[in-house]
């Protein structure tokens, strides 16, 4: 959340609970997965059922202009969504930290890892990680 805060997508730097005024600008965040799956590692059947969710949230953004994907499962399953969608992706993009690309769509997707505690706790994410793709796309919106 601080690093939403920090590119003016929050107007706070932490949320605590639904009732401490957290608003969020430019920005929503959905989730590719519903479920808490075993190991917390979903299957493939999984992410498949939770498409028409994903697709529903999205269809009422119409406006989406830039989207970060949390984790390699939102990159792919964003990318699902669009081909089930019918926009031709080509080849597909790679995902990997902060990396944008644009799509055929006039979006662009920029992935990063997932800030799950063994990412964060093991440094492979940090928060100076967060900002930076935070920023990145706050500067694909301007």
């Known amino acids: 959340m601080a690093a939403l805060h920090r590119n003016g997508f929050a107007n706070i ?15 929503f965040i959905v ?4 479920c808490a799956p075993p190991d917390n590692k979903p299957t493939l ?9 994903l697709d529903a949230e999205i269809a009422a953004l119409p406006r989406v202009r830039v ?5 390699r499962i939102g990159f792919d399953a964003y ?3 669009l081909r089930h969608r019918r926009v ?17 769509n ?3 997707i920029i992935g990063c890892y997932h800030p799950s505690r063994q990412n964060t706790n093991t440094g492979r994410l940090t ?11 706050r500067r694909r919106l301007q």
Do not use: W
């Not at 031709?88 to 055929?104: M, Q, R, S, V």
């Open 31 to 34: 989730a590719a997965v519903r």
């Open 106 to 108: 006039g979006q662009t």
């Open 13 to 27: 730097p932490t949320s605590q609970h639904p009732e401490d005024g957290l608003k969020l600008h430019d920005a």
């Open 67 to 71: 989207v970060v994907a949390l984790g």
């Open 127 to 137: 928060a100076a990680m967060m900002h930076d793709v935070f920023r990145l796309a």
């Open 79 to 81: 990318l699902r969504l």
């Open 45 to 53: 059947e999984e992410i498949a059922n939770c498409l028409p969710h």
């Open 88 to 104: 031709a992706i080509g080849t597909k993009p790679a995902f990997g930290h902060a990396l944008a690309h644009p799509l055929p």
